[in-house]
């Protein structure tokens, strides 16, 4: 059975820094693609960020190049998404998602970037 387990989420100030962490646990972790998500309120999910297997490969989406990263242990079976610069419309349930085609998903931690 796949589990994916979201922690590290919380209330931030605007300009702060998170890093969320999604163990993952019943799959091949080392041979699957990871991705982080995120939807707020009232929008759709999106993609923040995927890395490949071996985590040489990484993509973001366009509003949070440059301030967020993605990276993955794969000893650890957990992949983190490191947070900087964060604002309030970075404000989201943020998911990870295992597979190309994302067929896994975790519950979801929330982030709220607010002062």
């Known amino acids: 059975q796949v589990q994916l387990v979201e922690s590290g989420g919380g209330l931030v100030q605007p300009g702060g820094s998170l890093r969320l962490a999604c163990q993952a646990s019943g799959l091949a972790f080392s041979l699957v693609a990871m991705s982080w998500y995120r939807q707020a309120p009232g929008k759709e999910r999106e993609l923040v960020a995927g890395?490949?297997?071996?985590?040489?490969?990484?993509n973001y989406a366009d509003s949070v190049k440059g301030r967020f990263t993605i990276s993955r242990d794969n000893a650890k079976s957990t992949v983190y998404l490191q947070m900087n610069s964060l604002q309030p419309e970075d404000t989201a349930e943020y998911y990870c998602a295992a597979g190309i085609r994302t067929n896994y998903w975790g519950q979801g931690t929330q982030v709220t970037v607010s002062s």
């Open positions: 890395i490949n297997s071996a985590g040489g490969g990484t």
